[in-house]
T-cell receptor, first 115, second 115 residues
């Protein structure tokens, strides 16, 4: 069975601090996909990134960066110089290839950025 | 602009009533999904559909029903059999391809309250 663990339930930081959100996954598939979504207070989940299991390069997009390590089954998300607008719940998800198209979501990490 | 619309944004229901939540997408996506989210909780899958006129139960389908008569539409009916329907409901869609696995796109959600 697939599993995604986001052990941090809530993180509180002050603006301009760097913050890392952890995501650990379990899967028996050799090909799989990992995702991060952001859910701001408005409620709609916004897709942030997709990474497949064959691409272990880290990715940076502005203040956001992602560290994918197959050796530790982790796909961590770092926000540099956090801002109040980053306050949201962040979900990590795991998608199998072929067969079922149902992703497995983690329980989410609530990030609160104080001014 | 392409996207997913859900209506209504807020819905109030008396106990014993059935209500239908609308979900429409113009992304030409094959698959559509309904999730339920309770306060402070992650996403739980209610139903999903990969093609027109076909759908499958998710983890918490009891007390809910769906239809998929058109590719663009996937309405969810919350029946009186659902004992605790007060929650935030999210509709999502995704493309299905033979290779790879694609991210889901989410609607803005419907907040259902039982009075």
């Amino acid at each position: 069975a697939q599993k995604v663990t986001q052990a941090q339930t809530e993180i509180s930081v002050v603006e301009k601090e760097d913050v890392t959100l952890d995501c650990v996954y379990e899967t028996r598939d050799t090909t799989y996909y990992l995702f991060w979504y952001k859910q701001p207070p408005s409620g709609e989940l916004v897709f942030l990134i997709r990474r497949n299991s064959f691409d272990e390069q880290n990715e940076i997009s502005g203040r956001y960066s992602w560290n994918f390590q197959k050796s530790t089954s982790s796909f961590n998300f770092t926000i540099t110089a956090s801002q109040v607008v980053d306050s949201a719940v962040y979900f990590c998800a795991l998608g199998p290839s072929g067969g079922s198209y149902i992703p497995t979501f983690g329980r989410g990490t609530s990030l609160i950025v104080h001014p | 602009d392409g996207g997913i619309t859900q209506s209504p944004k807020y819905l109030f229901r008396k106990e014993g009533q059935n209500v239908t939540l609308s979900c429409e997408q113009n992304l030409n996506h094959d698959a559509m999904y309904w999730y339920r989210q309770d306060p402070g909780q992650g996403l739980r899958l209610i139903y999903y559909s990969q093609i027109v006129n076909d759908f499958q139960k998710g983890d918490i389908a009891e007390g809910y029903s769906v239809s998929r008569e058109k590719k663009e539409s996937f309405p969810l009916t919350v029946t009186s059999a659902q004992k605790n329907p007060t929650a935030f409901y999210l509709c999502a869609s995704s493309m299905i391809r033979d290779s790879g696995y694609n991210e889901q796109f989410f609607g803005p959600g419907t907040r259902l309250t039982v009075l």
